[in-house]
């Protein structure tokens, strides 16, 4: 079983530690506050009240040995700095670190954090993409400009197949699977053959601007 530490128990930590608890992983969370550790205590594997900016104290709890760590220190960014550093130190083989802003981001990344998050960003980025496109259920940020789309309820495709459209060529749009929004069932990478029925939602991977440009030749 994979050994997942996440550093820092505020409310993304909490919720990211037993979100993957209940997947399954092993989960040791560390804060230094009481409280937060108390909450979280009967939801993930282990949870310690422990400085995370001393390198000992890191050392001594084991956390060298985990698959995975991921600092979640919500407001204190030298405590983030610190734990990022003291972690590559020690040898965590991957470290995803939050940022609270882009200076912090790359301060992170320059000790060796392997990724960066900025989950309020994230999240606004999706939210705004949803406002903009009622239909576009889902936007995953992903690497650089592309992510993953979900889209649904498209009359004009309704009835037509993927060859027909051709999504790859005229766009640079790939299908990567289409779920049934009846019951969640997914075809992964479809054939060409595949009608588009009403009840589908197509999970598209490309760029921003790709998608962009796809929704605005559906509205015509």
Same mark, same amino acid.
């Given at each position: 079983?994979?050994?997942?530490?996440?550093?820092?128990?505020?409310?993304?930590?909490?919720?990211?530690?037993?979100?993957?608890?209940?997947?399954?992983?092993?989960?040791?969370?560390?804060?230094?506050?009481? !409280?937060?550790?108390?909450?979280?205590?009967?939801? %993930?594997? $282990? *949870?310690?009240? &422990?400085?995370? @900016? !001393?390198?000992?104290?890191?050392?001594?709890?084991? %956390?060298? $040995? *985990?698959?995975? &760590?991921?600092? @979640?220190?919500?407001?204190?960014?030298?405590?983030?700095?610190?734990?990022?550093?003291?972690?590559?130190?020690?040898?965590?083989?991957?470290?995803?670190?939050?940022?609270?802003?882009?200076?912090?981001?790359?301060?992170?990344?320059?000790?060796?954090?392997?990724?960066?998050?900025?989950?309020?960003?994230?999240?606004?980025?999706?939210?705004?993409?949803?406002?903009?496109?009622?239909?576009?259920?889902?936007?995953?940020?992903?690497?650089?400009?592309?992510?993953?789309?979900?889209?649904?309820?498209?009359?004009?495709?309704?009835?037509?197949?993927?060859?027909?459209?051709?999504?790859?060529?005229?766009?640079?749009?790939?299908?990567?699977?289409?779920?049934?929004?009846?019951?969640?069932?997914?075809?992964?990478?479809?054939?060409?053959?595949?009608?588009?029925?009403?009840?589908?939602?197509?999970?598209?991977?490309?760029?921003?601007?790709?998608?962009?440009?796809?929704?605005?030749?559906?509205?015509?």
């Amino acid at each position: 079983m994979r050994q997942i530490a996440v550093i820092g128990l505020g409310n993304f930590g909490y919720y990211l530690g037993k979100e993957l608890y209940r997947r399954g992983f092993d989960v040791i969370g560390l804060d230094i506050q009481q !409280e937060l550790v108390q909450r979280v205590r009967s939801e %993930i594997s $282990q *949870a310690i009240i &422990a400085d995370s @900016t !001393e390198k000992e104290t890191l050392h001594t709890l084991g %956390i060298a $040995q *985990a698959d995975l &760590a991921v600092v @979640t220190i919500g407001t204190n960014m030298l405590a983030s700095i610190l734990t990022t550093f003291h972690l590559k130190e020690l040898g965590v083989k991957r470290v995803y670190a939050k940022a609270l802003s882009e200076e912090h981001g790359q301060i992170l990344e320059r000790i060796g954090a392997d990724e960066i998050l900025f989950p309020e960003k994230d999240l606004a980025l999706s939210l705004a993409g949803r406002i903009e496109n009622p239909n576009m259920l889902q936007y995953l940020p992903s690497i650089k400009d592309y992510g993953i789309f979900e889209l649904d309820h498209i009359e004009s495709l309704q009835g037509k197949n993927l060859r027909e459209l051709d999504l790859i060529n005229r766009f640079n749009i790939q299908v990567i699977a289409i779920r049934d929004s009846r019951d969640n069932r997914l075809t992964f990478i479809p054939k060409a053959d595949y009608v588009i029925r009403q009840e589908d939602v197509l999970v598209l991977l490309c760029s921003n601007k790709s998608m962009q440009r796809f929704l605005m030749a559906l509205r015509g």
